[in-house]
């Protein structure tokens, strides 16, 4: 009983880290107006969270293998608390933007210490599976939960409001966290700074040429710069890494085939539920002229649906396996695509946006935790928190290259017709996942009685 409540103690962790990277996006107008952004300046309160998020999430997966998870969890909360404040309290532009960064440091160490700790609580096969199930259906109800009550506290309150709703659950959670959380960590004790210096310089700007690529030109010569630095700074990590006694992320990681297949699903995955929810909130905002507190009811179907995809996907992942669970699971994420690509100005709610948001919202469940399932099964204890950090990096930077390639799309065409196409475009990006998923999920059954029956991933690596 315990570990379940701790597990929901985890959920809400990471209900707060998936909440606030989306909330505040329909806070952007009064922020802008109040503390006097330039334009276009208010969008650096969105990237500067996902560049602190995204660029040190494998070093706080890492640093929680070593220096111990719940100590980790229990240093990121107790900072993210710290942020929220800073942002709820900020008074120009730019102390705004520099608390979104410290939030999205302390992001980056909460996120893949809680799963960590959820990965060592519950050993692999169907436990392990009802909870990872019910992180990633916790998560799409923060992401949802965002849409839904973030206008109505920016009009009741203020801005401020989005911010420090963070503080009583920071709170609760630093209580309550020692009492129910067991320490664990892996056997490594030494730490790889140059590793981490050049894997945060990677993916930091990677995410940054990402995020500006839509308004400065995907093939601009800034783009094309800061993505060759990522190339290079990643190169030269793995130059590093190879020959480094203490890596801070072995390659011997992505020898694991599960590892690798279940991050490019989860990646995959991210890029066409991101990209969709960014164009569903344009669409239903833009044509429909829904107010924020009718989108986010009209879409909280979302949620609910990815929460029976996720049950269904743990209760078919113990008979038939990960990959038919993901192949299945995309081939309604593109499902669901196609059919919102259909919408026109007059299609309404009901014919037009919900066949598809009930189609969509089931396969993401679906992936989601057949995705973890696969990555965090093909890691060994040790390197959990890396592998965590990993899977959490995958479904960020997903989410980032999946809003940048709908914004590019939305913006090419005039509304209604971008619209579409960016619909039609995240419908082939889920089914490239299903592709993706069909070749890269290898799986096996593992004979015994059917009542402990279970499947086990293929593993090819060696520890």
């Known amino acids: ?234 190169a030269l990590f793995v130059w590093i890494e190879s020959r480094s006694a203490a890596p801070l992320v072995p390659l011997r990681v992505f020898r694991s085939r599960p590892v690798v297949g279940g991050n490019l699903v989860m990646l995959l995955t991210a890029m066409a539920a991101f990209g969709t929810s960014f164009t569903v909130s344009r669409y239903a905002q833009g044509l429909l002229r829904y107010t924020p507190l009718e989108f986010g009811l009209a879409t909280a179907v979302l949620p609910v649906m990815a929460v029976a995809g996720s049950y269904a996907a743990q209760a078919a992942i113990g008979r038939v396996g990960t990959r038919p669970v993901a192949v299945a699971g995309m081939g309604f994420m593109g499902a669901g695509c196609l059919a919102l690509g259909r919408v026109t100005t007059g299609s309404g709610y009901v014919l037009g946006l919900l066949p598809g948001l009930l189609v969509f919202g089931f396969g993401l469940g679906a992936c989601g935790v057949a995705a973890a399932v696969t990555a965090l099964a093909g890691a060994t204890e040790r390197d959990s928190g890396l592998a965590s950090g990993l899977n959490t990096a995958a479904f960020q930077l997903g989410g980032a290259l999946g809003v940048a390639v709908a914004s590019t799309v939305e913006l090419s065409r005039a509304a209604l017709p971008g619209f579409r196409l960016a619909f039609d475009v995240s419908a082939g990006i889920a089914l490239a996942g299903g592709a993706v998923a069909g070749f890269a999920l290898v799986m096996r059954r593992v004979p015994g009685p059917p009542e402990v029956t279970v499947i086990e991933e293929e593993k090819i690596c060696s520890t």
């Open 1 to 234: 009983m315990r570990r379940w409540t701790a597990l929901a103690l985890l959920c809400a962790a990471n209900f707060m880290v998936i909440l606030d990277s989306q909330i505040v996006l329909l806070a952007l107008p009064s922020i802008e107006r109040d503390l006097g952004f330039a334009e276009g300046g208010a969008q650096w309160v969105l990237s500067a969270y996902l560049l602190g998020f995204g660029g040190l999430l494998l070093l706080g997966g890492r640093t929680a293998d070593l220096l111990g998870r719940r100590r980790t969890f229990l240093s990121g909360t107790a900072l993210f608390l710290v942020g929220s404040l800073l942002c709820g309290f900020a008074w120009t532009g730019g102390i705004l933007i520099a608390a979104r960064v410290v939030q999205g440091v302390s992001a980056a160490l909460m996120a893949p210490s809680a799963l960590a700790v959820v990965t060592a609580m519950f050993a692999e096969g169907p436990e392990r599976n009802k909870a990872l199930a019910i992180w990633s259906s916790v998560g799409g109800f923060g992401a949802t939960a965002a849409l839904l009550v973030g206008g109505s506290l920016t009009d009741l309150w203020g801005w401020p409001a989005v911010f420090f709703l963070n503080v009583p659950v920071a709170g609760a959670l630093l209580v309550l966290g020692p009492l129910l959380l067991s320490e664990s960590r892996g056997r490594a004790r030494a730490y790889d700074p140059a590793g981490a210096l050049t894997v945060t310089v990677a993916v930091s700007a990677a995410v940054y040429a990402v995020v500006r690529a839509p308004e400065v030109g995907w093939g601009s010569t800034s783009t094309m710069a800061v993505f060759g630095g990522a190339v290079l700074a990643g």
